[in-house]
């Protein structure tokens, strides 16, 4: 869900100047770090960060970022020092269910002031193409930063508008932690190499576009609907482009559908896009981790889609809906995406992957019943992050971090042979 890791976004954004330091210091502060993580002891984890963080990150944000987190990468079983780049120190960090590094300092008042997770892994590295250049937007005084990846001709184009799924995900399909598929990239490539152009963005609160918000809880659906807009406006008026499709993935599927109702564009695509309202996707999410979590989840969203704010949210379920991303989940429930696929009058290509384990065929297939008239492409081995992958969680999983892998043979080829249709 995209609110509850808008705060560990921003956490993992500061990295500014700490005072010099030898790193034995910074060890014995990970040390704390580790057991107050794995003891679940948040107060703890707040007081060793310094003023500057606890100012972005209060203690409410903390405990869900915290809470987050742990449900992700499991206990931090073992940490080791490595390097030094500057005033970071950086340690290799192993996590139950993921290795990543660690970057870390202290103030001069012995407080945590760097504090970020990078894949221990490296990112692949892509080639400068010709033809790729920054974009951006501004709405609301919020920096909306994106590329612009051009096929090499002087003739008009379609443009695609890309826009990302829920969480941290960034322009290219990766996040700080537990995503480095580069899923983004690769198809704006495929579609670069067949004459069409893309552009894909980060969304408000991510990446590079994080100028000028000023706090997670000012952030609604609606904002990422008007951004997309926003951009298919700026498309709309550039004498290089023939005509505008745009194509969302996962949250983004619906963000798409309705920014594409108010805007006169050529085409719409779904990839991995729900069928159904947010909180009934979340309670089946909770479902499969307990029949009674799904079912306390239930209240909570009922209540929620109601207007209601919910004041005692139970520890095991407060990551998803403790105060501060209730607002979000409000603006979100208003949106049922099988009535909303209705109201476009364009030609609409709805993709699913049938081994994924976050948007599941039935979804896809309550899009297709809605919309009986849009083409509908499915592939059998197809993940969540558009790569061929097991069905079993662990082997699916190993995917998110796999920058080496491809595309789903014939994913890109299905999206390409609809723009040119």
């Given at each position: 869900m995209r609110r509850f890791t808008f705060a560990f976004t921003l956490c993992l954004l500061?990295?500014?100047?700490?005072?010099?330091?030898?790193?034995?210091?910074?060890?014995?502060?990970?040390?704390?770090?580790?057991?107050?993580?794995?003891?679940?002891?948040?107060?703890?984890?707040?007081?060793?960060?310094?003023?500057?963080?606890?100012?972005?990150?209060?203690?409410?944000?903390?405990?869900?970022?915290?809470?987050?987190?742990?449900?992700?990468?499991?206990?931090?079983?073992?940490?080791?020092?490595?390097?030094?780049?500057?005033?970071?120190?950086?340690?290799?960090?192993?996590?139950?269910?993921v290795n990543l590094q660690m970057l870390a300092s202290i103030d001069s008042e012995k407080k945590m002031d760097v504090f970020r997770f990078i894949p221990d892994k490296k990112e692949k590295k892509y080639i400068p193409e010709a033809g790729?250049?920054?974009?951006?937007?501004?709405?609301?005084?919020?920096?909306?930063?994106?590329?612009?990846?051009?096929?090499?001709?002087?003739?008009?184009?379609?443009?695609?508008?890309?826009?990302a799924g829920s969480g941290p995900t960034d322009r290219d399909g990766n996040n700080s932690t537990t995503?480095?598929?580069?899923?983004?990239?690769?198809?704006?490539d495929s579609l670069r190499d067949n004459g069409i152009a893309c552009v894909r963005y980060d969304k408000r609160g991510i990446g590079e576009s994080i100028k000028g918000v000023k706090s997670q809880e000012e952030i609604g659906f609606e904002d990422y609907i008007n951004d997309a807009i926003t951009f298919i406006d700026l498309l709309k008026k550039d004498s290089r482009f023939s005509g505008v499709i745009v194509a969302g993935h996962s949250e983004g599927s619906l963000v798409g559908m309705v920014a594409a109702q108010k805007t006169g564009i050529m085409k719409y695509i779904s990839i991995a896009g729900a069928g159904e309202p947010i909180d009934q996707i979340i309670k089946w999410q909770l479902s499969k981790v307990s029949e009674d979590m799904g079912r306390r989840a239930g209240i909570i969203m009922d209540s929620l889609k109601k207007g209601y704010d919910v004041q005692y949210i139970d520890n095991d379920l407060n990551v998803y809906f403790n105060s501060s991303i209730q607002p979000y989940l409000r603006s979100w429930i208003k949106f049922d995406p099988a009535k909303e696929i209705k109201k476009l009058k364009i030609p609409i290509l709805i993709l699913q992957g049938e081994n994924d384990l976050q948007v599941s065929m039935v979804q896809a297939n309550l899009l297709r019943q809605a919309m009986p008239a849009a083409k509908f492409v499915t592939f059998r081995d197809m993940n969540h992050i558009l790569k061929d992958a097991p069905y079993d969680k662990e082997g699916n999983r190993a995917t998110y971090t796999n920058a080496e892998l491809s595309l789903t043979p014939g994913f890109a080829t299905a999206v390409i042979s609809f723009i040119k249709k």
């Amino acid at each position: 869900m995209r609110r509850f890791t808008f705060a560990f976004t921003l956490c993992l954004l500061l990295a500014t100047v700490a005072s010099a330091q030898d790193h034995t210091e910074v060890d014995a502060m990970v040390s704390r770090f580790q057991r107050y993580y794995n003891g679940k002891q948040n107060d703890s984890i707040y007081n060793m960060l310094s003023k500057r963080i606890q100012q972005l990150m209060p203690l409410d944000k903390v405990a869900t970022t915290m809470g987050q987190l742990y449900m992700q990468m499991g206990e931090l079983e073992s940490y080791t020092y490595f390097k030094k780049e500057g005033k970071v120190d950086y340690y290799k960090v192993v996590f139950a269910n993921v290795n990543l590094q660690m970057l870390a300092s202290i103030d001069s008042e012995k407080k945590m002031d760097v504090f970020r997770f990078i894949p221990d892994k490296k990112e692949k590295k892509y080639i400068p193409e010709a033809g790729a250049s920054d974009i951006s937007v501004t709405r609301d005084g919020v920096v909306l930063s994106g590329t612009l990846t051009m096929p090499v001709t002087t003739a008009k184009v379609p443009v695609v508008l890309l826009i990302a799924g829920s969480g941290p995900t960034d322009r290219d399909g990766n996040n700080s932690t537990t995503l480095t598929g580069n899923s983004y990239r690769m198809l704006a490539d495929s579609l670069r190499d067949n004459g069409i152009a893309c552009v894909r963005y980060d969304k408000r609160g991510i990446g590079e576009s994080i100028k000028g918000v000023k706090s997670q809880e000012e952030i609604g659906f609606e904002d990422y609907i008007n951004d997309a807009i926003t951009f298919i406006d700026l498309l709309k008026k550039d004498s290089r482009f023939s005509g505008v499709i745009v194509a969302g993935h996962s949250e983004g599927s619906l963000v798409g559908m309705v920014a594409a109702q108010k805007t006169g564009i050529m085409k719409y695509i779904s990839i991995a896009g729900a069928g159904e309202p947010i909180d009934q996707i979340i309670k089946w999410q909770l479902s499969k981790v307990s029949e009674d979590m799904g079912r306390r989840a239930g209240i909570i969203m009922d209540s929620l889609k109601k207007g209601y704010d919910v004041q005692y949210i139970d520890n095991d379920l407060n990551v998803y809906f403790n105060s501060s991303i209730q607002p979000y989940l409000r603006s979100w429930i208003k949106f049922d995406p099988a009535k909303e696929i209705k109201k476009l009058k364009i030609p609409i290509l709805i993709l699913q992957g049938e081994n994924d384990l976050q948007v599941s065929m039935v979804q896809a297939n309550l899009l297709r019943q809605a919309m009986p008239a849009a083409k509908f492409v499915t592939f059998r081995d197809m993940n969540h992050i558009l790569k061929d992958a097991p069905y079993d969680k662990e082997g699916n999983r190993a995917t998110y971090t796999n920058a080496e892998l491809s595309l789903t043979p014939g994913f890109a080829t299905a999206v390409i042979s609809f723009i040119k249709k």
